[in-house]
């Protein structure tokens, strides 16, 4: 005591403002957090367990009915003080069994099989597949500008790639989705019998990158597929020598009836402020293929290890954290928007909300989203507390898609931002497995975020 | 010109400092360069060539000779001002064709061969191998304490891991690293038979790192491998249980005589002051397992790119830019010592060096080793230039093996700085190849260089 008071008093004497010495511990606490989540972390061994024993789990999936028993129990065996389900009805899509497509009736190759795959929601072809020319566009601006009378009755190939100059991959991707979302609709409404686009990634391989489609409300419903980015070079060449070959698609997904899924929660009641909510999430289905490693298995086990590191701490939050592992965020957002809901009707005050759904790559920062000037800055006030750690980019590019639906002026919706040179390599493609997972990365992943929380769970935000 | 003159007037009324004009240049060329690498880059290409096609290449051998012309010809291609071969003899050390190692003798386990890889440089074992009692330790200062009396006639097992704690796992590397370079003349000292090293690894997996050994003058040389950490797992755990087993070492290494080799040079030369020298480099050789990718095919490439990007952006320098592929950084540093021998003999004067030597994974910034602190704050003040790029590490800890021999107090001796997670996961194992490296992030890499070079050039350092 004496000792302390002394230290205070020449802190005083020196005009050192009294936060440094709770700067002082907080980096003590964050370091701490770091050697644990380094040595003893749990992650990568539960990432395995996830990829490799359950592996995808799309909605509706007895795979992701697996995963979710597998995330309540993980969370059981932590001695949290609540773990449970939040009922959510999801969607059911199924890819089937016949996916095929080829380059056929050219006058310069023979019938030349190419890698797709149907985008996750298409609807099928005629059981005996389709066949039809084929309309190459680099935007559904060059579409639409084609009209009915180019585009009716053929198959349109949508091949804008990724604009590589950009050094986050993620502007990249949101540059080229526009094909792949609203490309089979567009399409659809000037004639075209189905739709082939260019995987949205920053590598050229044979691996097709499938995603979602949103068929626009009156539009036709046209088949949609993705190519390999190989494939589409192929294809693009081949059209240019020959502008009448053709195109073989046949495809079986359907539709099935809702079903009955969860998010899966746990939390740690908070000692002082209970009623201030902090989340870190991820989301729990992945497409059909792969293993989901990257996305999303990795963004639930580091949110579970922010609790298992405050556990192992000794560490008694001010207020309640919860990991939750959103259900549906790849073909539906029922999860999302379920637990936004529920927490709407309960009055819930969240104050942050943190989505890792980005891969499991080595951490660079934080985007922070919110209304208000002082939360951002105050976030920023941890600079130097983070930078050590790697995590140099604070900026207010914030938010993640299962955390959107929180959207108010209360909370700050925060993406957690790792290195993003190799996510869209094996984005939603059978490429994304456990292998391609480092365990340091993902240690220093689930230990950011655990900082963090740690951060505006002491100071608010 | 009426126009550039208003604009500079217009600029001087609003108080802009001259300066803030040739920032925006700076970054608008800083830009191009990424944008070209990104796009246009060659250096993915180039490694796939060197290690897909030459692969390891160990100083002294037919591999090491390939790349050298390899090297010359790639670099002829491009059009500098002069491409050349600096010659410098080698060692050669060779691995031999018997490498084997097991657990025997043991009353709980039968005989189990374990992977090990000789040390380079390690002498052999007897030609039908030794047998000896096993002595485990964490490090030189606890087997000085065993004394002679523990460790005659034993096989000395360092098996301190790496400190999972540091952040930059090269800092974990130079912490475990004395058991590989010094263990084993300390326990020849002492009398021991062999030496079984820990490998200097991040992960826990059956691929053993070599990687250079320095016998002591005087002290007797006994042979020495590195173990797989799985396998040092597995040979820790059993002696545990049974101290008296034993370990197995049959190897047949040898040393032939040195080999007329070079360092493979390119140069652009100034267009003000010529007699100015900024290098960029790698080192040509690698260990003889694996290609050689990380370690360090990929400083090569990005060294190449460097001159390319000037070349291909049409940017003559002021000062003279050289691209030097060094020989023989692994297991003798003689390409390194004979280029600095020249330098000074010739009395060229250099005032930056930058070595590309961790590996070609993201790029997070550079250490910047210099006796003039002038010379740092110049560094530092390119700082937001170079921020857009992920670049945010910029430190004192610079440098590098082979242009460490350049060392005087007029030149900045620069380290590239990789993110450093997965380097140590496959460092000097046969894991190091090709399929190891993203495209982007070399190229990110190359740029990094490209853009600080262009800074060095454009303001000096
Ligand atoms: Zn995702
Ligand atoms: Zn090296």
């Known amino acids: 005591m004496l000792r302390s008071l002394k230290k205070l008093t020449l802190a005083g004497l020196l005009c050192l403002p009294l936060a440094a010495s709770a700067q002082n511990q907080d980096s003590l606490h964050i370091r701490k957090i770091y050697d644990l989540a380094l040595t003893q ?7 395995r367990y996830l990829t490799s024993r359950i592996g995808a789990r799309l909605s509706g999936s007895p795979q992701a009915a697996a995963a979710v028993e597998w995330a309540r129990q993980e969370m059981d065996k932590m001695g949290l ?3 449970y389900l939040q009922e959510v009805m999801v969607p059911h899509w199924v890819r089937g069994d016949k996916e095929y497509a080829a380059i056929v009736n050219s006058k310069i190759t023979p019938t030349r099989e190419v890698n797709v795959l149907a985008l996750g929601g298409s609807v099928a072809t005629p059981a005996n597949g389709l066949t039809a020319e084929v309309v190459e566009v680099q935007s559904i601006d060059e579409l639409k500008k084609l009209g009915k009378k180019k585009v009716q009755g053929k198959i349109v190939f949508f091949n804008r790639p990724f604009d ?4 986050i991959t993620g502007h990249a991707y949101r540059g080229a989705v526009d094909q792949r979302s609203s490309g089979p609709s567009e399409a659809g409404k000037l004639g075209a019998v189905a739709v082939v686009v260019r995987s949205m990634a920053s590598n050229t391989d044979d691996f097709p990158h499938t995603g979602g489609l949103r068929y626009a409300d009156g539009a036709p419903r046209i ?13 693009s060449k081949l059209l240019k020598e020959d502008d009448k070959l053709q195109f073989h698609l046949r495809m079986n997904p359907q539709w099935l009836p809702d079903v009955l899924s969860y998010n899966v929660i746990g939390e740690i009641k908070g000692s002082e402020k209970p009623d201030e909510i902090i989340v870190v999430g991820g989301h729990l ?4 293929i792969g293993e989901g490693a990257h996305d999303d298995g990795t ?23 919860r990991a939750v592992m959103f259900m549906n965020e790849e073909n539906g957002l029922r999860g ?9 009707k309960q009055g819930e005050k969240h104050i942050a909300a943190i989505e890792s759904d980005a891969g499991g790559f080595t951490p660079r920062g934080f985007g922070i989203a919110t209304t208000t000037e002082a939360t951002f800055q105050k976030a920023l006030s941890w600079k130097d507390l983070l930078a050590p750690y790697g995590l140099h980019d604070i900026d207010r590019n914030g938010g993640g898609a299962d955390i959107g639906p929180l959207k108010d002026d209360r909370v700050a919706l925060i993406g957690f931002r790792p290195d993003s040179q190799r996510y869209f390599d094996i984005h939603h493609t059978a490429n994304d497995t456990f292998d391609k997972v480092n365990r340091r990365e993902l240690e220093l992943g689930g230990a950011s975020m655990a900082a963090l ?3 505006i769970d002491k100071y608010g935000l």
Chains 1, 2 share one sequence.
Do not use: F, N
């Open 81 to 83: 003080d609540r773990v």
């Open 164 to 167: 590589q100059t950009h050094i």
């Open 223 to 235: 088949p949609a597929v993705a190519i390999s980015t190989k494939g589409a070079d192929v294809l």
């Open 41 to 47: 972390g749990q992650s990568y061994e539960q990432l």
């Open 299 to 321: 963004g639930c086990v580091q949110s579970m290890e922010v609790l298992r590191l405050m556990r192992s701490m000794g560490y008694k939050p001010k207020r309640t954290i």
């Open 453 to 455: 929380v740690y951060l």
């Open 285 to 288: 289905d992945s497409w059909d």
């Open 336 to 344: 999302g928007t379920k637990y936004a809901e529920v927490a709407k």
